[in-house]
């Protein structure tokens, strides 16, 4: 079945640095990427959707300047968390849909930021 | 706005007691719904689609029912190993490939042996 893969699954950093999150789709393309962000014992909130080769749209209260989303092609986009402060504390989860499908939803298997 | 109750929040079995989670939902006009299984610290794991009001669908332990207005995923003689939290999600008509899912907060199911 269709694969999505996102790096690193586990981050802690410093208050201030920034982190950089990663969402592959192995073997399968996805015009159309999703970033969802999740507190625990929460459901998964969007933030953005990331579209290829076009800006992404955010979310209402997502800080767009704070939450960089590149999707370069077909099958990576990344979010990059920039200046990151303990609130910024989550777990993030991208997913992509299958183009040929077009059905379901694949999602990563998340990445724990926590920021000190 | 598209909007996603599941209940109860936590449920708690035995070992062969079965049980029904319910997810109610508003949309404007349903694409589909979703079901996923999440396991602690993990992303969701995707169970079911359906898409019109009678439809159902199985795996193994697992059913998943649609009504106009809500979905039921019934868990027949659950195993420890079905200990999860179970997330429903719809998807609203429109362009399918750029529509995001909404969730609802999912239903923290425990099995005891």
């Known amino acids: 079945g269709a694969v999505v893969s996102q790096h690193p699954s586990r981050v802690i950093c410093k208050s201030g640095t920034s982190v950089k999150i990663e969402c592959r789709s192995l073997d399968f393309q996805a015009t159309t990427m999703f970033w969802y962000r999740q507190f625990p014992k929460q459901s998964l909130m969007l933030m953005a959707t990331s579209n290829e080769g076009s800006k992404a749209t955010y979310e209402q209260g997502v800080e767009k300047d704070k939450f960089l989303i590149n999707h370069a092609s077909l099958t990576l986009s990344t979010l990059t968390v920039t200046s990151a402060h303990p609130e910024d504390s989550s777990f993030y989860i991208c997913?992509?849909?299958?183009?040929?499908?077009?059905?379901?939803?694949?999602f990563g298997s998340g990445t724990q930021l926590s920021v000190l | 706005e598209d909007q996603v109750t599941q209940s109860p929040e936590a449920l708690r079995l035995q070992e062969g007691e079965s049980s029904s989670l319910n997810c109610s939902y508003t949309v404007s006009g349903l694409r589909g719904l979703f079901w996923y299984r999440q396991d602690p610290g993990k992303g969701p794991e995707f169970l079911f689609t359906l898409y019109s009001a009678g439809e159902e669908k199985e795996k193994e332990r697992l059913k998943a029912t649609l009504t106009k207005k809500e979905s039921f995923l019934h868990i027949t003689a659950p195993k420890p190993e079905d200990s999860a939290t179970y997330l429903c999600?719809?998807?609203?008509?429109?362009?399918?490939?750029?529509?995001?899912?909404?969730f609802g907060s999912g239903t923290r199911l425990q099995v005891q042996p």
């Open positions: 999600a719809v998807q609203a008509k429109g362009d399918t490939g750029r529509r995001a899912l909404t």
């Open positions: 997913s992509a849909r299958d183009l040929v499908t077009n059905e379901k939803l694949f």
